[in-house]
């Protein structure tokens, strides 16, 4: 380590430094002050009153009657609930399969594509598969005799087909990261385990899945930084309809702020996602804070 | 059945689900509506041009014509400034002692997980007071300022693996710090930043809620914001619409192709370290 002068630092890290401050940090406090006053301008909690007892955030009707919408709050819940788990199990199912399968490199690259495709085209993608006429999901449900219907303009299948659909865009994270971590195991653990009588089950959850344990705890984190975040596929895909029904906090932030311009409201929203995002963000932080 | 059949045939019954929908956004994409009432798998009559891609180049209202060419000036430039800059920061990071350091990389790592919704209303006042408000100008600084945090911790991540004894060599030999950093580290690390312009250039070109709320004239829109229009409201174009969904996935799908070795290790050391 050098010892750094002055004009080191003002030619290295001052421009990273004002960006930063300018563009981040400071409308991300202002955020924060907007979310505690009132339009003239006094202090309150008002706005976190009015956000947090309304029918988008929480809707208590369609939970007692178990009916969509059921409030942003829990619409993002339930994707975290759904999405997570199905995005680790898929991606390292098909890193583990797809290793071993005749073009498995080809089919890689096409569920990677999933991911590497703007999340606009992305709700696309899943309008057009569950569509009812041109959808994919019909033509095969049609094969055993049932019913079909474009299942993200119903209420009560909005939120689920978006959900599936996420599941389809973002397995390709997950299963590049375990990809790359198999290649790092080290083969003679399972020559060793297999002489041992292991099956490949036990290998499977004996070598495999501990090992891999670090790139999990940085896919679950990446991921769910991803749900809380999900915006584009829903904007684009139901526009968080119908009726609020596959409705999420990031496009209730931006219906309040750009729609109703009730940037009050709106801030609370955004303190509200951020506050979740840092929480699922601690793992992160704490792998930098153990940096000397 | 042998062992290695059925793994086969597992592998590819999953691949499936991922290849089905792609064969048929191009299929949809390369022929005429009245085909595709029964599905685009009906082959009965099977006619493929590329009309549906003519039209959504030229769409009367959001023509890719203008979108793409916007989105390559965007993300050209918003990939180009934030390396720049984040490579002398992460370079600083890496060699130099200063005292605040770990605050920065706390912030670096706050912004990674920061959602845009966090800044969305105070950028859009500050940029409507600098009259930066539908401009690329405005725009590009906004994606400069969030590229910059994550490319400064990544190369800051490589910076540390490069061995400092040439460097030392050279500061022996009485370059000055600067030319150093030019003369040496920078072409160095020139793989990392290919990584680097690799996924930023695609998150910038897949970029949305920014430009939704700071682009608003129809001709200055981004690639991005025309696939909602073109999408309709009560009747659906489908092969107009994949097609469009083609020519915009091809960009960032094009740049992973062609850069797969840097991308898959930018995308590694981004979130392993």
């Given amino acids: ?292 | 059945m042998s062992k290695k059949l059925v793994v086969n045939i597992i592998g590819w019954i999953f691949g499936l689900v991922w290849l089905v929908p792609f064969m048929g956004v191009f299929m949809t994409a390369i022929r005429p509506m009245d085909e595709l009432l029964n599905g685009w798998w009906d082959f009965s009559s099977f006619h493929p041009s590329f009309n549906n891609f003519y039209q959504a180049w030229n769409h009367p209202t959001a023509p890719l014509s203008r979108g793409i060419p916007n989105s390559l000036i965007v993300a050209t430039s918003a990939t180009v400034l934030p390396l720049v800059i984040a490579t002398m920061a992460g370079y600083y990071l890496a060699r130099y002692r200063f005292p605040l350091k770990k605050l920065v990389y706390i912030v670096v790592v706050i912004t990674l997980a920061l959602p845009l919704q966090m800044v969305a209303i105070p950028l859009y006042e500050m940029l409507l007071k600098m009259n930066l408000l539908d401009s690329y100008i405005g725009l590009i600084l906004l994606h400069t300022a969030w590229g910059t945090p994550w490319i400064t911790f990544f190369m800051r991540n490589f910076f540390t693996t490069l061995p400092p004894q040439i460097e030392e060599a050279a500061r022996i030999d009485g370059a000055s710090d600067f030319k150093i950093f030019f003369k040496i580290a920078f072409p160095l690390s020139l793989p990392a930043i290919g990584s680097a312009a690799a996924l930023q250039f695609t998150w910038v070109w897949s970029s949305f809620f920014l430009e939704l709320i700071t682009i608003y004239t129809p001709e200055r829109f981004l690639a991005t914001q025309r696939i909602p229009l073109m999408r309709g409201v009560y009747h659906v174009d489908w092969g107009v619409l994949s097609a469009a969904a083609i020519m915009v996935m091809m960009v960032p799908i094009l740049v992973y192709l062609l850069l797969q070795k840097y991308y898959i290790r930018g995308m590694i050391g981004w979130s392993m370290k």
């Fill in chain 1, 1 to 292: 380590m050098r010892r750094s002068k002055l004009s080191h630092f003002l030619f290295f890290m001052l421009p990273a430094l004002i960006l930063i401050g300018t563009f981040v940090v400071y409308p991300s406090l202002r955020t924060i002050l907007l979310s505690f006053f009132d339009e003239d301008g006094h202090l309150t909690l008002k706005n976190y009153v009015k956000v947090l007892s309304s029918r988008d955030t929480i809707n208590k009707e369609g939970i007692a009657r178990g009916e969509f919408p059921l409030g942003t709050l829990l619409h993002n819940a339930i994707w975290i609930a759904l999405h997570l788990p199905l995005t680790i199990i898929m991606g390292l199912i098909l890193a583990v399969i797809l290793r071993k399968t005749w073009g498995g490199n080809l089919l890689k690259t096409f569920v990677f594509f999933g991911m590497v495709m703007p999340m606009i085209v992305g709700g696309v993608m899943i309008n057009f598969m569950f569509d009812a006429n041109v959808g994919v999901v019909n033509a095969f449900l049609r094969l055993f005799g049932l019913q079909v219907k474009t299942w993200t303009a119903h209420p009560e299948t909005a939120l689920f087909s978006l959900i599936l659909g996420s599941v389809w865009l973002w397995t390709g994270f997950s299963m590049t990261l375990y990809s790359a971590g198999l290649e790092t195991i080290p083969k003679d653990f399972y020559e060793a385990a297999a002489i041992d009588g292991a099956g490949p089950f036990v290998q499977f959850f004996k070598i495999t899945v501990p090992l891999l344990k670090p790139i999990t705890v940085v896919v679950a984190t990446m991921t769910l930084l991803w749900d809380l975040k999900i915006f584009d596929i829903v904007y684009v895909a139901t526009q968080g309809g119908p009726g609020g029904a596959s409705n999420v906090l990031a496009i209730q932030m931006y219906n309040y702020a750009f729609i109703e311009f009730d940037y009050g409201k709106a801030a609370v929203v955004a303190v509200l996602l951020t506050v979740f995002t840092m929480i699922a963000a601690i793992p992160l932080i704490r792998s930098v804070g153990e940096e000397k």
